[in-house]
């Protein structure tokens, strides 16, 4: 993928956090609506046949609103709440087209803050001694309803023991897409300071007989926009394929795991509930039945991997992006912005724990896992093969998940 295309296509990833409504409907392109941006692709039909690394382009993408003039406040000592899903809680009041760096975490319905200042712009608020921002259309001075889908995550899981292992429901939607699904994935409980958050943590591989079947890349079955393990085109995949290999010998599977449990327990130390979608050296689950599970029985799906890029020197994190191609197949339309927040997060956690983060990052991949994920889902390459995976530092790269974590779920 050529650099220009590259920043193009970053400038366009940014365009839904407008706090804006904003209509590029004479281009023919997208339209943006609000904080939380419903994007809607044109008929895929027309569009040229994708080759490997093409990434979508939309033109007037440096159209989108800028500014860094701050608004005047009116002073105000009062209760608010978030009324939307996804909500950018800013650092800055103001937009900067093709940065996400202003936000801090993401708040959703019912969320709680002091206002101290308003402008029909942005909402000067605070929470726990820190000041913030936010888009005064997606605050309300009355409570709000919390909406039923993330009560009902917190109350499925209250249902259940410690330990508890969780098959894949076949009622549940998409999961008739899977073909390896005679596993279990296991529910582990956090004790004394719950916070009622389930993250689904997914060791990347790890799946006996997993790349002698596939399963359709997409819902919708049609054929993938990108490269990857499977080429741009096809229309099926491996049902989990086997992983690369450490230039040391060490099986990616093996270390996927190492680090999913050390992540387990910092997750249950800070009190997340954790599902692990493969808690042994083979869970018989496919990336479908993993991605389904995590989808009805957790707030957010984090896949671990390293990349197996031929490279012999290390590369850092990145995680794998939605290309723009994916955006206006549901689900992957209504979510794949909670999925950018979640990866932005785990790499700002991963930052800030000093970890290398690879220059071109995130990298658009059409994975199967972001086909059919409802939940924030990301695919976090934590390095590639010639990537050091001692234990010393499996211990930082999972302290930086659990930082991303807590940035993405405002903890
Ligand atoms: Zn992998």
Known sequence: MSISKRSRSLRRAALPFTALMLSLSSCGTYTVIGETGVVQEPATSAEPAMTEGTVQQT????????????????????TVYIIGENINVRTAPYIVAGENSNIAFSANTGDEFRRTGYSDSFSRVEREGEIYYISSDYLSKEKPEIPESEAASEEI??????????GLDPSWTYADFSVINSGKAVLYKATGNSKGITV???AGHGTKGGSSVKTWCHPDKTPKVTGGTTAAGSTKAVAVSGGMTFSDGTPEATVTLKAAKLLKDKLLAAGYDVLMLRDGEDV???????????????????????????????????????????????????????????????ISG???????IWGSNPLPMDLTQTSFSTV??????????ASDHSDAKL????DGLLAGINIYFGQ
């Open 350 to 356: 991963l930052s800030a724990q000093g970890l290398k």
């Open 395 to 398: 211990q930082t790269l999972t």
């Open 157 to 166: 899981a209250a249902s259940y023991e410690n330990g508890a292992e969780i």
């Open 59 to 78: 033109e007037a993408a440096s159209e989108a609103p800028e500014t860094t003039a701050a608004p005047e406040f009116e002073n105000r000592d009062e």
């Open 200 to 202: 689904a943590v997914n």
């Open 284 to 346: 018989q689950l496919d990336n479908v039945a993993r991605t389904v599970i995590a989808n009805n029985m957790a707030d957010c799906h984090i896949a671990l991997h390293w990349d197996g890029d031929g490279l012999s020197s290390d590369k850092g994190c990145f995680y794998m992006s939605t290309p723009e191609g994916l955006k206006g197949m549901e689900p992957v339309a209504s979510n794949w912005q909670k999925h950018h927040a979640l990866g932005d997060s785990l």
């Open 376 to 385: 924030a889902s990301v695919d976090i390459e934590l390095g590639n093969q």
